[in-house]
């Protein structure tokens, strides 16, 4: 199977942009999509964003990738960085390490660590709405699974609501992994040679 068949594109997906290329909302002003930034055909969301939630997309029109990697049971990690409003404690955090229940399911054990300094990212577009007087703090937070929310569910069940989400790398292996790097904000970039061999060897598609 040869490479140029496929289209491999890396986004860094601001806040409020729609995980699609179509908005299909009948009622009110059409919200922003992937088709106000990215002019390529035929490419589409390896997994999903929320509209309040920024940061790493892969697309592809390889659908062998997006299945393997999407799919819950390859566990490909997925990394965050995470700002919630107060300061949790180890043993709140050792509730995520250890997976929480969120309604019917127990969700898988994650690496969480406090950061000890705020992430440089660039500015959310609005700002997070801050309460003068509960402090926040920000997280990195590397999940194997994808569920809806998931990531705003698990600070909430242990008391730490999120105030905003970044994905900052997409794993296809502990070692090996797809990140922002140098990606700036609303930017999109062809995968290198390199990432594109990557992503062949771990899922096995060549």
Sequence with gaps: MKETQYKYLLFFKPYGVLCQ???????????????DYIPISDVYPVGRLDLDSEGLLLLTNNGILQHKLSDPKFAHPRTYFVQVEGIPTEKSLDKLRQGVTIKDYCTRPAKVQLLSAEPELPPRNPPIRYRQNIPTSWLQITLTEGRNRQVRKMTAAIGYPTLRLVRISLGLSAKEQLSLNTLKWSEWRNLTLEEINIIARLVRII
């Design 21 to 35: 290329f179509t908005d299909d909302k009948n009622e009110g002003e059409k919200r922003p999509t992937l088709a």
